[in-house]
C-alpha cells in the first residue's frame, strides 16, 4: 500500500515538474524585453514614418520607355516600387514619346511614357499588331519657357512664342528686349513636348528652319543657362529643378491677360496657358507585374512622388 502511495506521488511530482519545464521553456506572442524574445513578431503598431505591411510581393520585369519629360519622374516611381518589392524589375529609357509608343507597338517594351496622346496612325499601327492601346493619365505638366537668367524680358504673350518659334520674330529688341539675336531651342521631332508646343503654341505651323533642336530635355536647359539670346520650353520639372541656371517666363494668353507663371496651383485651376497631361500606355488591360506599377504611380505614394519631383498630380 506504501509502495502504491509513493509511486503515485512520483507520478504527480513528474507532471508538475514537466509543466513548470514547458512553460519556461515555450515564450508566447505577448513577452516582451530583452533576450531571446526580443526575436519574436512585434504586435506593436509601426512607428510613424514606417513602410506599412505589404500583401505578396510583386515578381517580374516591368520595361517602361518614351518621353524625356517624364523620366526622372518614372525613373523615381520606378525606386520606390521595386524598393517595396524587391523581386520586381522596373527598366526605365527615354528618348521621346514617339520612340516608347513605337517600342510599345513593335513588342520591346511593356508601357510606354509619353507627354501627348496618341496619334490616329500609331493607334492603327497598334491595332494592326493586335494591340488595343489603353491609357493612363498619371500626372499633369506645365511647359515652362526658359531663357538666360540676364534677359530682362519676364513675359511673353502665347502670340509673341508662336511668332518667335515660326521664325516671324527673330531678334529680342521685336518683343521689348535687347538687340540680340534670339535663339529658338526646341526638342527633337519624336518628341511629344515638340508636338504639344507645335500644336497648342505654334497652331500646327511650322517650327523655324534654324531651331535647334535637342535630344533631351537638359540640352535645352543647358543651352539656355549658357546663351544669353537663347529661349527655349521644358517641363516643370526640370525647369524648377534648374532655378537660378535659367529664368522662367510668365506667360499670357493675349495682350489683355494677365501673365502667369507656370506651378502647380496655375496649371490645376487651368490659368496657365501652356499645360498637359502625362500618360502611360500599354498595349491592352495591364495585368501582373504591368499593373501593379501602374497602380503604383496612381497611388496617393505614388502621387506624392509625383508633387516631389515637381509635376502636378493628377487630382
Known sequence: MKTGRAIGLAAAVVVVVCAALLVAGCPTKATTGAGPAATQPSTAPPSPGAAAPSGPQIEGTVTVKGSDTIVHLVTQWAEAFMKANPKADVQVTGGGSGTGIAALINGTADIASASRELKDDERKDAQAKGLTPTEFTVARDAIAIVVH??????????????????????????????????????????????????????????????????????????????????????GLGYAVGAVGRVKVLKVKKDEKAPAIAPSEATVKDGTYSVARPLFLFTGGEPTGAVKAFIDFCKSPEGQQIVKDAGYVTVE
Do not use: C
Open 149 to 234: 537668367p540676364s534677359n530682362p524680358i519676364n513675359e511673353l504673350t502665347m502670340d509673341q512664342l508662336a511668332k518667335i518659334y515660326t521664325g516671324a520674330t527673330t531678334n529680342w529688341k521685336q518683343v521689348g528686349g535687347p538687340d540680340v539675336k534670339i535663339e529658338a531651342l526646341s526638342r527633337e521631332s519624336t518628341s511629344g513636348t515638340y508636338a504639344f508646343f507645335q500644336e497648342h503654341v505654334m497652331k500646327k505651323k511650322d517650327y523655324r528652319k534654324d531651331a535647334r533642336l535637342m535630344p533631351a530635355t537638359s540640352g535645352i536647359i543647358e543651352a539656355a543657362a549658357a546663351d544669353k539670346g537663347a529661349i527655349g520650353y521644358a
